[in-house]
Protein backbone atom coordinates (compact mmCIF):
# COMPACT_ATOMS: atom_id res chain seq x y z
CA UNK A 1 0.00 0.00 0.00
CA UNK A 2 1.65 3.15 -0.89
CA UNK A 3 0.70 6.12 1.32
CA UNK A 4 -1.37 9.34 0.53
CA UNK A 5 0.59 12.62 0.56
CA UNK A 6 -1.13 15.16 2.93
CA UNK A 7 -0.43 18.50 1.16
CA UNK A 8 -2.46 21.38 3.14
CA UNK A 9 -0.68 23.43 5.59
CA UNK A 10 2.31 21.60 4.31
CA UNK A 11 5.54 23.69 4.78
CA UNK A 12 8.72 23.50 2.29
CA UNK A 13 11.17 21.15 4.34
CA UNK A 14 14.17 18.91 3.28
CA UNK A 15 13.57 15.28 1.87
CA UNK A 16 14.71 13.13 3.66
CA UNK A 17 14.98 9.38 3.06
CA UNK A 18 12.15 7.01 3.98
CA UNK A 19 13.70 4.56 5.58
CA UNK A 20 11.06 3.92 8.43
CA UNK A 21 7.94 1.75 7.30
CA UNK A 22 4.47 2.14 8.48
CA UNK A 23 4.91 -1.18 10.66
CA UNK A 24 7.69 0.61 12.08
CA UNK A 25 5.85 3.78 12.57
CA UNK A 26 2.88 1.30 14.63
CA UNK A 27 6.06 -0.70 16.60
CA UNK A 28 7.08 2.84 17.79
CA UNK A 29 3.69 3.53 19.09
CA UNK A 30 2.78 0.09 21.29
CA UNK A 31 5.81 -2.58 20.96
CA UNK A 32 9.20 -2.93 18.76
CA UNK A 33 7.87 -5.40 15.92
CA UNK A 34 10.21 -6.73 12.57
CA UNK A 35 8.48 -5.66 9.56
CA UNK A 36 9.49 -4.56 5.77
CA UNK A 37 11.99 -2.10 5.43
CA UNK A 38 14.00 -0.21 8.08
CA UNK A 39 17.51 0.59 9.18
CA UNK A 40 19.25 -3.05 9.47
CA UNK A 41 18.83 -6.29 6.82
CA UNK A 42 16.36 -8.24 7.27
CA UNK A 43 17.34 -11.47 9.52
CA UNK A 44 20.49 -10.49 10.67
CA UNK A 45 21.47 -11.76 14.06
CA UNK A 46 22.10 -8.22 15.59
CA UNK A 47 22.68 -7.39 19.14
CA UNK A 48 19.69 -4.56 20.66
CA UNK A 49 19.28 -2.42 23.35
CA UNK A 50 16.34 -0.38 23.36
CA UNK A 51 15.36 2.10 27.06
CA UNK A 52 11.96 2.70 26.42
CA UNK A 53 10.19 6.71 28.44
CA UNK A 54 6.92 6.25 28.09
CA UNK A 55 5.06 9.44 30.14
CA UNK A 56 1.94 8.58 32.25
CA UNK A 57 0.56 11.08 34.67
CA UNK A 58 -1.67 11.35 38.32
CA UNK A 59 -4.35 12.09 39.33
CA UNK A 60 -2.94 15.76 40.47
CA UNK A 61 -1.55 15.93 37.01
CA UNK A 62 1.68 14.86 38.06
CA UNK A 63 4.42 13.52 35.05
CA UNK A 64 5.70 9.96 36.06
CA UNK A 65 7.00 7.22 33.48
CA UNK A 66 7.89 3.92 33.86
CA UNK A 67 11.05 3.24 32.11
CA UNK A 68 11.90 -0.34 30.46
CA UNK A 69 15.25 -1.31 29.12
CA UNK A 70 15.39 -4.83 27.38
CA UNK A 71 18.46 -6.17 25.87
CA UNK A 72 18.49 -9.04 23.55
CA UNK A 73 20.11 -11.06 19.78
CA UNK A 74 17.57 -11.82 17.20
CA UNK A 75 16.47 -10.31 14.26
CA UNK A 76 14.72 -6.97 13.21
CA UNK A 77 14.66 -5.29 10.32
CA UNK A 78 13.50 -1.81 11.31
CA UNK A 79 13.54 0.18 14.42
CA UNK A 80 11.53 3.10 15.44
CA UNK A 81 13.46 6.69 14.02
CA UNK A 82 11.81 9.99 14.65
CA UNK A 83 14.28 11.81 12.35
CA UNK A 84 12.71 9.79 9.37
CA UNK A 85 8.88 10.27 8.64
CA UNK A 86 6.70 9.99 5.54
CA UNK A 87 4.44 12.63 6.36
CA UNK A 88 1.55 10.86 5.22
CA UNK A 89 -1.37 8.37 6.58
CA UNK A 90 -2.34 5.25 5.73
CA UNK A 91 -6.22 3.88 6.19
CA UNK A 92 -7.20 0.75 6.58
CA UNK A 93 -4.82 -0.96 9.19
CA UNK A 94 -5.64 -2.70 11.97
CA UNK A 95 -5.46 -1.83 15.86
CA UNK A 96 -5.09 -3.34 18.50
CA UNK A 97 -3.46 -3.14 22.08
CA UNK A 98 -0.08 -4.71 22.62
CA UNK A 99 2.68 -4.45 25.12
CA UNK A 100 5.95 -3.43 25.05
CA UNK A 101 8.15 -6.66 25.44
CA UNK A 102 9.63 -7.71 22.37
CA UNK A 103 9.05 -11.58 21.53
CA UNK A 104 11.08 -14.36 19.81
CA UNK A 105 14.60 -12.96 19.94
CA UNK A 106 17.07 -14.11 22.99
CA UNK A 107 17.09 -12.27 26.09
CA UNK A 108 20.74 -10.59 27.11
CA UNK A 109 22.43 -9.78 30.47
CA UNK A 110 23.08 -6.29 30.97
CA UNK A 111 24.41 -6.09 34.29
CA UNK A 112 22.30 -6.18 37.54
CA UNK A 113 20.90 -3.04 37.20
CA UNK A 114 21.01 -0.09 34.92
CA UNK A 115 22.07 3.71 35.86
CA UNK A 116 19.23 6.03 35.06
CA UNK A 117 19.90 10.11 34.95
CA UNK A 118 16.57 11.54 33.94
CA UNK A 119 16.63 15.85 34.82
CA UNK A 120 18.38 15.69 38.21
CA UNK A 121 17.64 12.89 39.36
CA UNK A 122 19.22 9.55 39.33
CA UNK A 123 17.27 6.24 39.79
CA UNK A 124 18.04 2.41 38.78
CA UNK A 125 16.45 0.01 36.82
CA UNK A 126 16.97 -3.30 37.99
CA UNK A 127 16.83 -6.63 36.09
CA UNK A 128 13.97 -8.55 36.20
CA UNK A 129 14.21 -12.40 34.79
CA UNK A 130 10.85 -14.18 33.81
CA UNK A 131 9.96 -16.86 31.81
CA UNK A 132 10.59 -15.57 28.63
CA UNK A 133 12.46 -12.43 28.92
CA UNK A 134 14.81 -10.46 31.23
CA UNK A 135 13.78 -7.10 31.23
CA UNK A 136 14.72 -3.91 33.32
CA UNK A 137 12.04 -2.21 34.93
CA UNK A 138 10.64 -0.64 38.77
CA UNK A 139 6.93 -1.21 36.86
CA UNK A 140 4.26 0.69 37.82
CA UNK A 141 4.44 0.42 41.98
CA UNK A 142 7.70 2.40 41.57
CA UNK A 143 7.16 5.25 38.26
CA UNK A 144 9.78 7.57 38.27
CA UNK A 145 8.57 11.63 38.55
CA UNK A 146 10.28 13.69 36.05
CA UNK A 147 9.08 16.87 33.82
CA UNK A 148 8.79 15.94 29.89
CA UNK A 149 11.57 17.01 27.59
CA UNK A 150 14.46 16.46 30.53
CA UNK A 151 17.40 14.97 29.82
CA UNK A 152 18.02 11.43 30.33
CA UNK A 153 21.30 9.59 30.13
CA UNK A 154 21.69 5.75 30.58
CA UNK A 155 24.56 3.59 31.73
CA UNK A 156 24.56 0.08 31.29
CA UNK A 157 27.51 -1.83 32.97
CA UNK A 158 27.23 -5.00 31.15
CA UNK A 159 27.83 -8.73 31.70
CA UNK A 160 30.60 -10.93 30.08
CA UNK A 161 29.05 -13.33 27.48
CA UNK A 162 25.93 -10.82 27.67
CA UNK A 163 25.19 -6.92 26.44
CA UNK A 164 28.44 -4.85 26.38
CA UNK A 165 29.16 -1.92 29.13
CA UNK A 166 27.74 1.29 27.19
CA UNK A 167 25.89 4.70 27.51
CA UNK A 168 23.48 6.28 25.67
CA UNK A 169 22.59 10.17 26.30
CA UNK A 170 19.33 11.77 24.71
CA UNK A 171 16.33 13.79 25.58
CA UNK A 172 12.27 12.96 26.74
CA UNK A 173 9.86 13.76 24.50
CA UNK A 174 7.81 17.05 25.62
CA UNK A 175 4.41 17.59 26.37
CA UNK A 176 2.04 19.57 24.05
CA UNK A 177 -1.28 20.33 23.46
CA UNK A 178 -3.53 19.84 20.35
CA UNK A 179 -6.57 21.37 18.73
CA UNK A 180 -9.78 19.56 18.94
CA UNK A 181 -10.57 16.84 16.13
CA UNK A 182 -14.19 16.12 14.80
CA UNK A 183 -15.57 14.51 12.22
CA UNK A 184 -16.11 16.93 9.00
CA UNK A 185 -19.93 17.22 7.91
CA UNK A 186 -18.84 16.79 4.25
CA UNK A 187 -15.48 15.42 2.48
CA UNK A 188 -13.27 18.58 3.89
CA UNK A 189 -10.14 17.69 5.02
CA UNK A 190 -8.96 17.26 8.44
CA UNK A 191 -6.48 19.79 9.61
CA UNK A 192 -4.09 19.16 12.70
CA UNK A 193 -2.75 21.89 14.72
CA UNK A 194 -0.65 20.33 17.67
CA UNK A 195 2.40 22.22 19.87
CA UNK A 196 5.70 22.18 17.74
CA UNK A 197 8.70 20.85 18.81
CA UNK A 198 11.76 22.90 19.02
CA UNK A 199 14.53 20.10 16.49
CA UNK A 200 14.04 17.55 13.93
CA UNK A 201 14.60 14.66 16.57
CA UNK A 202 10.53 14.33 17.10
CA UNK A 203 7.67 13.32 15.07
CA UNK A 204 4.37 13.43 15.43
CA UNK A 205 2.16 10.37 15.64
CA UNK A 206 -1.57 10.36 14.98
CA UNK A 207 -3.67 7.44 15.16
CA UNK A 208 -7.11 7.75 14.24
CA UNK A 209 -8.92 4.22 15.79
CA UNK A 210 -12.19 3.41 15.12
CA UNK A 211 -15.31 0.78 15.54
CA UNK A 212 -16.95 0.15 12.00
CA UNK A 213 -20.33 -1.21 12.16
CA UNK A 214 -19.60 -4.97 12.62
CA UNK A 215 -16.62 -4.37 15.08
CA UNK A 216 -18.67 -4.96 18.13
CA UNK A 217 -18.09 -1.46 19.48
CA UNK A 218 -14.27 -2.98 19.97
CA UNK A 219 -11.52 -0.23 18.67
CA UNK A 220 -10.30 -2.63 15.53
CA UNK A 221 -8.91 -0.22 12.95
CA UNK A 222 -6.91 2.94 12.30
CA UNK A 223 -5.82 5.50 10.06
CA UNK A 224 -1.93 6.06 11.04
CA UNK A 225 -0.20 9.02 10.57
CA UNK A 226 3.53 10.07 10.69
CA UNK A 227 4.49 14.29 10.43
CA UNK A 228 7.42 16.08 11.08
CA UNK A 229 6.96 17.46 14.41
CA UNK A 230 6.21 21.23 13.26
CA UNK A 231 3.07 21.71 14.60
CA UNK A 232 0.64 21.55 11.69
CA UNK A 233 -0.24 19.17 9.30
CA UNK A 234 -3.37 17.63 7.17
CA UNK A 235 -5.26 14.31 6.19
CA UNK A 236 -7.43 14.57 3.31
CA UNK A 237 -11.23 12.78 2.86
CA UNK A 238 -10.11 9.82 0.97
CA UNK A 239 -7.90 9.26 4.14
CA UNK A 240 -10.10 9.92 7.47
CA UNK A 241 -13.42 8.59 5.86
CA UNK A 242 -13.11 5.51 7.28
CA UNK A 243 -12.63 7.11 10.74
CA UNK A 244 -15.23 9.83 9.96
CA UNK A 245 -17.97 8.05 8.03
CA UNK A 246 -21.50 8.17 10.06
CA UNK A 247 -21.67 4.84 10.32
CA UNK A 248 -18.79 4.32 12.69
CA UNK A 249 -19.75 3.38 16.35
CA UNK A 250 -16.89 4.56 18.01
CA UNK A 251 -14.13 6.60 17.60
CA UNK A 252 -10.76 7.66 19.17
CA UNK A 253 -7.82 9.82 18.05
CA UNK A 254 -4.16 9.80 19.59
CA UNK A 255 -1.71 11.85 19.38
CA UNK A 256 1.87 10.88 20.36
CA UNK A 257 5.30 12.25 20.41
CA UNK A 258 7.92 10.28 19.63
CA UNK A 259 11.51 11.28 20.30
CA UNK A 260 14.73 8.67 20.17
CA UNK A 261 18.22 8.65 20.26
CA UNK A 262 19.63 6.46 18.12
CA UNK A 263 23.68 4.88 18.40
CA UNK A 264 25.00 2.20 15.95
CA UNK A 265 26.92 -0.60 17.88
CA UNK A 266 27.98 -4.11 17.71
CA UNK A 267 26.10 -5.00 14.54
CA UNK A 268 23.26 -3.24 15.97
CA UNK A 269 21.47 -0.16 17.56
CA UNK A 270 21.11 1.05 21.21
CA UNK A 271 18.22 3.21 21.45
CA UNK A 272 16.19 5.53 24.01
CA UNK A 273 12.47 6.02 22.80
CA UNK A 274 10.62 8.61 24.35
CA UNK A 275 6.94 9.15 24.11
CA UNK A 276 4.13 11.52 24.90
CA UNK A 277 0.88 11.05 24.14
CA UNK A 278 -2.12 12.97 24.19
CA UNK A 279 -4.59 12.13 26.19
CA UNK A 280 -2.08 10.74 28.15
CA UNK A 281 -2.62 7.78 30.15
CA UNK A 282 -2.93 8.24 33.75
CA UNK A 283 -1.38 6.05 36.44
CA UNK A 284 -2.10 6.57 40.07
Known amino acids: MQPEMSKEFRRDRPSRPSRWTWCGILAATVTIAACEGGMIIAGQNATWGFVTIAATKSNTGEYRTTPLGQFFKGALSSVPNAQVVFDSCV ?50 AAPVVYTPGDSIVVTIPGADGGYPASEIRGKTAEAFTHDPVTPPAGTETIQFRWTPAHDLNSAMIISMRYAGPTDNNVLRQQILCAFTDDGADSVPFRNHRGWSDSTVKRREIVFTRLRTSIKAQNEGVLEIISRFQMPTPVLN
Open 91 to 140: PGLSYADAGEIVGGVNFLDAGPQLELRIGAKSETLPRVTGATSTTYQKGV
